[in-house]
C-alpha cells in the first residue's frame, strides 16, 4: 500500500499549494526499532542517491510542486513518499521502513559509492563484502554511463589488477589478472559461463563485478587471477526507459532502447536493444553489431520469485594483425594505419544466451536459489596470419580459413543459511554446479595456388609493408575438410561457512570436489563422408576419457577492529587441467595452484569513501613444459610428453579507492603491481641426438616476468555534477589509465640467454587520459568525451606478429532522452 507522509513548514502553504522551483531534500532512514539503515537507495525520477552509515540522506530536486521519492534496500519493504517542498531546503522527519522476510530484489548501487557493506552477487554468499577475504571491485552503472562504456575492455581499465592483453588478428579481447589470463572459464554473465569471442557488449549491463584471486572454491575450473561476472539490467515494476543515441570517431553510429514496466502486478518485462555501425582509425577494418537482451521477472508472491533472461549478439568485426612485425621487432616505419591484411578478411560471430533461475526465501534465515543457462556461440573466420617481415619489409602471406560451433549448458543450484550454535554465528553456503560444453571446430582446404587450383594450398602472396600494395586481390576458393566435435562435462560440489565468533572475529572456511570428463573427441571428413572417434592413444594403447579431479579448499583469519574496517589473512588454492602424458605415458594430473592474500577494508567519512588494499602471492610448483628427454635420454619431439619441470610464481599488490566525496563528486582510482615469472625451471642439458652428435636442451630462464603479462596498472576517474545555481545539470569529468611495461614476442630459455639471444620485445608503458563535458536538463542529457586527448601510440602485442595500436584521439558523444 502506497504510504503518503506529507510535510510544511505551514498549514496555509500547504492549502495553497506554494511551488518551489528546486529544493534539497534532507532526511533520515530507520527501522521500526530505530536503527540507522545505511546503503538504501533514494529516488526521485532520475534523480537518486544513498544513505550514509547513519542512514542519512541528501538529495537535490530541480523540479517544482510536490513529488515523489522512493525508498529501497535490501530485505526492506519498498517506500514511497510524497514530499511538498518547504524552500530550498526541506528536511523530513525519519521514514520508517518495515523489514520483510525475503532479500530476493537487488538495490542499484549509484555513485562511486563504497560497496563493503554490500552483498556482491559474484560472491554467491549472501555475506557483506567486508566479510568476504578477498578483493572485490564492483564497475556499476554510473561508471558505465559517466564514461560511456563501449566494451569490456572499457570497463576493465577502471578494475585494478586486470590488465587488457592481446590475441590473433585482435578479433576479441583478452585480459590478464594477477598475471593469469582470464579465459573463456573465468567470465560469467548473470553468473553463467559465457564467451567473450564476439566483445561482450558492455553499454547495456547493469554493473561488472570482479572477485579476484582463487575462485575456484565457488566456480569451479577457473584460472587463479579473477573472475568477472557480467550483470545486465533487470526489469522494473514502474514503467520508464530510455533512447539514446551515440555518435563518435571512424563513422560510429550507435542507437539504444531501454523500455521496462509492469506487465501485471506480479509481472514485470525489460527490453534492451542496440546496434553499432562503425569504421576503424585502422584502415578497411570495419565493424558491425546488433545486439538484444529482453528479460521477464515473475513475483511468484512475496517469498520467491521466477525470472527469465535472453540475449543475442551479433559482431561482425574485420580480423587485424595491425602493423605485424619486421625482423621480430616493432618497426614504427611501418605506419599505424596500415592494414595488411588480404581483401575479404572476416571474423562473423553470433552469440546466444538464455537464462531462467529461481529464488525462494523460507524465511529470514534460508535461501535457496536455482539457475539454468545455455549459450550457443558461432565463429566463422576468413584472414592471413602471422604477418613477419625481413629487414626489407617482404612478408609472406598465408591464408586461414576456419569456424567453430559452440554449445554450452550450466545448472547452479545455491543453499545460503543464518543459524547459531551456543554464542557462535554461522552464515553457510551450500552449492553444486554443472556445465556440459560441446565446441565443433571446422577445417577447411585453401585453394590458393592459381597455377593447381585443386590441390590444397594457403600460399598467397608477399607484400612491402613499407609499402603495401596488394600484387593480389582475389578470394580464392575454399572447402570444408573436416569436423572435430569435443566434449567436456564438469561436476562440483561445495560448502563454505562464515563463521562469527565474536563481533570482531570472523573465520570462513571452506571446501570443494570437482570432476571433469572428457571423453574421445569425433572427427567427420568431408570427402569420405566417415565419422570416428579420435582416441586417446598413449604408447599405442587406448587411453579412455581424460578424467580430472581436485580438491579445492579455503581459509580465512577476519578481524574487524572498528565498524569501518576490516582485516583478513586467507589460503586458497585451485587447479588447472594438464593435457598430454609424461615421458613414461602416463596422463598428465592436475596442477594445484596455492593462493595466499592479505588485505585491509576501510570506509571514511561515514562512507563516502572507502580505501582497500590487497597483497597476494600465487605459487604454482607443478607448472608442465614439454619434456626436454625421453625416458630413455633421446632428444623429445613429441609436444604431447610433457613434465612438471617447471615452476611459477606471481606477487602484487592491489588498491583500490572509490567514493562520493560531495554531493555530485564522484572518485574511482586504482594502482596495481604484479610481478609473475618462471622460479624454478630444468638448467641446460647436454645430450646425444639421433645422428650421436652432442646437443642440448634447457628450460625457460628464471626470474623474468613472462610475456602478456603487465607490471605496473592505474586508473583514476573524477566527474562533477553542479547540484545548485545557474549551471546545475553540467557534468565535468576526467580519467587517467596507465598501462606500464611488458614483454612481447616469448620468453627466453637459459640456452637463450648464454648465447645473447633475446626473443623478447620489451613493450614501453603508456598513459592515455579522456576528458568529458555533459548537460542534463529535466529528461533529457547530452554527454561528450575526448579519449587519448595527448594522442598517445602504443601496442597490444600477440607474440610477435599480431602488433595492434591503441586508439589514437577520438571523441564520442551521447544525446540521452529518459522517459
Not at 413 to 421: Q, R, S
Not at 443 to 463: M, R
Not at 563 to 592: E, H, K, M, R, V
Request: charged share 20%; hydrophobic share 35%.
Amino acid at each position: 500500500m502506497k504510504k503518503k507522509i506529507y510535510y510544511s513548514l505551514f498549514t496555509s502553504w500547504a492549502l495553497c499549494s506554494v511551488a518551489y522551483g528546486q529544493t534539497t531534500l534532507k532526511g533520515k532512514l530507520v527501522d521500526i526499532k530505530g536503527k540507522e539503515l545505511p546503503n538504501f537507495t533514494i529516488s526521485s525520477g532520475n534523480k537518486q542517491v544513498q544513505s550514509d552509515t547513519q542512514g542519512n540522506f541528501q538529495l537535490f530536486i530541480p523540479q517544482s510542486g510536490t513529488f515523489d521519492i522512493m525508498v529501497s534496500g535490501l530485505g526492506y519493504r519498498k517506500e514511497t513518499v510524497t514530499v511538498i517542498p518547504t524552500g530550498d531546503i526541506t528536511a523530513l522527519k525519519s521514514i520508517v521502513l518495515q523489514k520483510v522476510d525475503r532479500e530476493i530484489e537487488q538495490v542499484e548501487i549509484v555513485g562511486y559509492n563504497s560497496v563493503n557493506n554490500k552483498k556482491v552477487g559474484v560472491a554467491k554468499s549472501g555475506i557483506d563484502n567486508k566479510d568476504l577475504p578477498q578483493s572485490v571491485q564492483i564497475i556499476n552503472k554510473q561508471v558505465i554511463e559517466d564514461q560511456q562504456i563501449n566494451t569490456l575492455g572499457d570497463a576493465l581499465k577502471n578494475a585494478n589488477g586486470i590488465a587488457l592483453g592481446a590475441n590473433r588478428g585482435g578479433v576479441g579481447e583478452n585480459f590478464f589478472a594477477r598475471g593469469y589470463s582470464l579465459g573463456a572459464n573465468n567470465i560469467f554473465k548473470n553468473g553463467s559461463r559465457t564467451n567473450n569471442g564476439g566483445r561482450i557488449e558492455a553499454s547495456t549491463l547493469e554493473s561488472v563485478e570482479i572477485l579476484k584471486g582463487s575462485a575456484a572454491l565457488l566456480y569451479g575450473g577457473v584460472s587463479g587471477g579473477a573472475v568477472v561476472n557480467l550483470v545486465t539490467k533487470k526489469p522494473k515494476f514502474e514503467n520508464g526507459g530510455e533512447v539514446s543515441f551515440r555518435y563518435g570517431s571512424w563513422d560510429t553510429y550507435k542507437p539504444t532502447l531501454d523500455v521496462y514496466g509492469p506487465l501485471s502486478q506480479q509481472v514485470a518485462f525489460r527490453i534492451v536493444g542496440t546496434g553499432e555501425s562503425a569504421n576503424n582509425y585502422r584502415d578497411v577494418v570495419k565493424i558491425d553489431r546488433v545486439y538484444i537482451n529482453p528479460s521477464v521477472l515473475y513475483k511468484i508472491n512475496e517469498r520467491s520469485e521466477l525470472s527469465f533472461n535472453f540475449d543475442y549478439l551479433k559482431s561482425n568485426y574485420t580480423p587485424d594483425f595491425g602493423i605485424g612485425s619486421v625482423e621480430g621487432k616493432i618497426n614504427n616505419e611501418v605506419g599505424k594505419n596500415t592494414f595488411l591484411n588480404v581483401k575479404g578478411a572476416f571474423n562473423n560471430t553470433n552469440s546466444t544466451n538464455g537464462q531462467a533461475s529461481f529464488d525462494h526465501n523460507f524465511n529470514d534465515d534460508w535461501k535457496l536459489s536455482l539457475l539454468a543457462g545455455i549459450q550457443n556461440y558461432n565463429r566463422n573466420y576468413y584472414g592471413s596470419e602471422r604477418l613477419q617481415a625481413n629487414a626489407d619489409g617482404l612478408a609472406s602471406r598465408a591464408l586461414s580459413r576456419s569456424a567453430t560451433e559452440e554449445f554450452t549448458k550450466n545448472q547452479q543450484l545455491n543453499l545460503i543459511g543464518n543459524f547459531n550454535t551456543g554464542g557462535v554465528k554461522h552464515q553457510l553456503l551450500f552449492g553444486g554446479d554443472m556445465d556440459q560444453s560441446s565446441t565443433k571446430a571446422y577445417a577447411f582446404n585453401i585453394f590458393a595456388d592459381l597455377s593447381k587450383p585443386t590441390t590444397p594450398s594457403t600460399a598467397y602472396d608477399q607484400i612491402n609493408v613499407f609499402n603495401p600494395v596488394a600484387t593480389r586481390t582475389d578470394i580464392p576458393e575454399y572447402a570444408k575438410n573436416t569436423w572435430t566435435k569435443t566434449d567436456v562435462y564438469r561436476y562440483g560440489a561445495f560448502i563454505q561457512d562464515l563463521i562469527s565468533l565474536s563481533e570482531k572475529f570472523k573465520v570462513l572456511a571452506g571446501i570443494r570436489y570437482t570432476y571433469q570428463r572428457t571423453p574421445y573427441s569425433e572427427k567427420f571428413n568431408y570427402q569420405t563422408g566417415i565419422t570416428e572417434e579420435v582416441k586417446n592413444m598413449i604408447n599405442g594403447k587406448e587411453a579412455g576419457a581424460k578424467e580430472d579431479k581436485a580438491w579445492s579448499p579455503k581459509f580465512a583469519l577476519i578481524y574487524q577492529p572498528i565498524a569501518s574496517s576490516s582485516i583478513y589473512l586467507s589460503y586458497a588454492n585451485n587447479f588447472i587441467p594438464n593435457t598430454g602424458y609424461d615421458i613414461n605415458f602416463q596422463p598428465l594430473t592436475p596442477s594445484l595452484v596455492d593462493h595466499y592474500e592479505a588485505g585491509i577494508k576501510n570506509d571514511f567519512f561515514g562512507g563516502r569513501l572507502s580505501a582497500n588494499l590487497t597483497a597476494y602471492r600465487i605459487n604454482n610448483n607443478k607448472f608442465t613444459q614439454m619434456a626436454l628427454l625421453t625416458a630413455d635420454g633421446a632428444a623429445n619431439g613429441d609436444t604431447n610428453m610433457k613434465e612438471f619441470t617447471g615452476k611459477t610464481s606471481s606477487d602484487g599488490i592491489e588498491l583500490d579507492v572509490n567514493g562520493n566525496i560531495l554531493p555530485g563528486l564522484n572518485l574511482l582510482a586504482g594502482y596495481a603491481y604484479n610481478f609473475m615469472r618462471y622460479t624454478e625451471t630444468l638448467g641446460i642439458i647436454k645430450y646425444k641426438d639421433s645422428a650421436g652428435k652432442d646437443a642440448e636442451t634447457s628450460g625457460s630462464a628464471e626470474g623474468v616476468r613472462l610475456v602478456g603479462t603487465t607490471a605496473h596498472t592505474g586508473n583514476a576517474t573524477l566527474f562533477y555534477s553542479i547540484q545548485n545555481g545557474s549551471l546545475k545539470g553540467l557534468k565535468i569529468g576526467a580519467s587517467a589509465f596507465y598501462t606500464g611495461k611488458r614483454n612481447a614476442g616469448w620468453n627466453n630459455s637459459k640456452i637463450n640467454e648464454r648465447d645473447g639471444v633475446n626473443r623478447l620485445i620489451a613493450v614501453d608503458p603508456f598513459t592515455t587520459f579522456d576528458i568529458s563535458l555533459g548537460y542534463s536538463a529535466k529528461r533529457f542529457s547530452i554527454l561528450a568525451k575526448i579519449a587519448n586527448i595527448t594522442d598517445e601510440l602504443s601496442y597490444f602485442i600477440h607474440e610477435n606478429y599480431s602488433v595492434n595500436p591503441i586508439p589514437p584521439r577520438n571523441f564520442t558523444t551521447t544525446l540521452s532522452y529518459k522517459f
